[in-house]
Each structure stands twice: as C-alpha cells, then as structure tokens.
C-alpha cells in the first residue's frame, strides 16, 4: 500500500514525538510503549474489523516525492483490512494536511518562524484511536513525565494485549471491554489514583455499551467535541484539547494550562514573568486556526539539546533587538 503525503512531509520528524521522549534532567530516557521502530520501520498494533493487527509503515518515494509504504506484518490481510490500515496510516500522519497556511502565518511570528525552518514537513502524530487518547490524558494529569511513563506501562502490562511477529512481542492499548470490568482497587495496585481509576473505568464502560461515541467525535465540528469531552468526569480543558489535538485532528486548539508550553512560551518569546492561562491565549491570538500545531512545534523543542535551544533563543533575542534599533 503505498500513501503519498502532501508535502512537505517528514516521516522520521513526525515519528520523534511518539518514538523518542525527551530525556529527563538526569539523563533518563524512556522506551516507547506502543510505538516500535524496528529495522527502519513504523511498527504498531491496533484493532481492525474486531482483531488486533500489526501493521508497518516505512518512507518511500514516488518520483521526487516523499511517500509512505504501509503494510500488514500479522492479523487479517484482505482487501477490507488493507483500506482500513490504509485509512489508519493517513489519518495517523496527517497526510492530507495542507501546512502551507500554517507557514506563511508561522512566517510573521519570530520565534515560529525558526521552528518550522527546522521541522518542516513534521505533523502531529494522531493517535490510533480516541479512546487511548483519552485514557491516557487522564493517566497523565498533574504527575510528572517519569511516573506517568511507570503507570501507563503497567496499565499497559495488565490489561493490553499483544502481537506477536517474528520473535518480538508487540503491545496494544487495553480495550475497553478489558478496562470496564477492572475496579477501583486493582487499578490503585497500579498506582493510578482513586478518582482517575473511577474516570477510566466509567468512560470505559460508557465506551462499551455504546453510551458514549468516542471515534465519532471525528466527525463532530471541533467546538462542540470539546464540549461533549467536557462532559466526562475527570476531563478538563487541558485534557480535551490534548485531545482534539492529538485524536482529532483538529488544527486550532490550545492547552494554555500545559505547563511545558508556558515555560518554552517564556524562554523563546524573552518575557520576564511566569505566564498564566490568560497571557498565553493572548499572546496565541496571533495563531489562530493553527494554534494545534504552534503549540505542537513549541513543544517539540524540548527535543532538542540543551545547545540547539541557547543558540535559537539568542538568534531570536538578536533579532528581536534589531527590530527596536531600527524602530527608534
């Protein structure tokens, strides 16, 4: 199966995000959960037509372009499973995503247009299914980066399934029918605390029974998604606009309370203060309908090494100084 991006596209700065977490303070990395890049190949399992599947994704060409080639390693290979892994890959890579007004609007940001130079062609990486995205925001919430990565894993371990291919044993996010029956006390075994292993259990069943429609929030118009997001218990505005930015597939939404933003927002755009909730939605007005994707390549730059970041931030404190000099 072969899938030609809209360029400009760049696989492996598009896979950084999912396959590499930055390294902590003291140099402690973190292995990919879900996410496998084995032997220059894309490699992950999700459930098609009701079983799990391994399917890979590895750059190719077609003429001068860049194009990706898809295809199934273990479960069902018929025609109807090749379209549905097909439809996974382009929705996962955004492959149909016109960047192009993102850069111009980037082009008249200072600091945005720095970053774009250097990940042009990545795009947010969009999650297998919206459930995982979800399941795995509220894990997430106010714990720091190390200890979410533990609790996701034994999640992970517990109630996940697996594929196996070739030797190596590949894992899938737990379903909801394995998270509806588990309970509030062997979740806490896990270290997920009592009332987000209530909010797991009670989106899981609502997932279930088919109270809730989680994967047709794709097709709702993103204001009203966010909207019914917040009608879960345990979902807050950060939690769904991580959401809508990284299940959804929608371009403009901004998590002002995320933490990391407001400390990159800080640095890069040299103001002195702490930011607040209300400062970086001001200061995000000038990326409107994109804002998904400045807040996405803001935080990429915490990827990068301690050295790439000191010389942008001069560069742009240079700039910065020239523009007063010549406005004087």
Known sequence: ???????PFDFARTLRFILSPPALANGRAFAPLLDYFVEGEYRRVAEVEGQPVLYGVSPSRRGRSPALRARILAGPQDAAAERAVSALVERQFSTRLNLAPFYRLA???RVLA???????????????TVYETLISAIVEQQVN???AHQVK????EAYGSSVE??????????SPAALAISTPREL?????????????IEISRQALDGTVDLEGLRQVEPARAHEQLLRHKGVGPWTAQYVGLRALGHCDCLPAADVGLQKVVKRFY???RDLTEARIEKLAAAWAGWRSYATFYLWLTYWEDERWKSRLQTEIRSQRSREVRKGE
């Open 145 to 147: 980066l190390s200890f």
């Open 114 to 128: 720095r970053l774009v130079h250097h990940f042009e062609g990545m795009r947010i990486p969009q999650a297998a």
């Open 107 to 109: 082009g008249r940001d």
């Open 165 to 174: 291919f070739e030797g190596r044993r590949y894992n899938a996010f737990p």
């Open 188 to 200: 806490r075994r896990l270290q997920v605390s009592g009332p987000k292993a209530r909010y797991i």
């Open 153 to 156: 894993k034994a999640l992970i």
């Open 270 to 272: 040299g103001l002195r």
């Open 1 to 7: 199966m072969l899938i030609e991006p809209r360029p």
